[in-house]
Nanobody, 124 residues
Framework: QVQLVESGGGLVHAGGSQRLSCAVSGRLFSNSALGWFRQAPEKEREFVAGITWSAGWTYYADSVKERFTISRDNAMNAVFLQMNSLKPEDTAVYYC?????????????????WGQGTQVTVSS
């Protein structure tokens, strides 16, 4: 059974950087994809970035493109989200999620496995 555990959240000033990690326990199939989602207070959970487990193809939401970078380390069984040039509107709980399928999906319902989330707060 696959489990996901996020870490790396915290408080950062606007313009700063933060790196989130998602530790994957259990075995993911090669045709899996992982995504980062976020949910701000009173807002819907939204897609941030995704990566295919085998090939490492990536896809980003327009709001984070060129600021955030998703990567994975298959040997470490981990996925990372490097966040640069952070803005107050990036403040949210960030979730790691996994789906079985060779493509990256923006739809939260396509992801079956979720971590518990980690809070990122960007102060102005």
């Amino acid at each position: 059974q696959v489990q996901l555990v996020e870490s790396g959240g915290g408080l950062v000033h606007a313009g700063g950087s933060q790196r989130l990690s998602c530790a994957v326990s259990g075995r993911l199939f090669s045709n899996s994809a992982l995504g980062w989602f976020r949910q701000a207070p009173e807002k819907e959970r939204e897609f941030v970035a995704g990566i295919t487990w085998s090939a490492g193809w990536t896809y980003y939401a327009d709001s984070v493109k060129e600021r955030f970078t998703i990567s994975r380390d298959n040997a470490m069984n981990a996925v990372f989200l490097q966040m640069n040039s952070l803005k107050p509107e990036d403040t949210a709980v960030y979730y790691c999620a996994a789906r079985y399928g060779s493509n990256i999906s923006r739809a939260r319902n396509d992801y079956r496995i979720w971590g518990q989330g980690t809070q990122v707060t960007v102060s102005s």
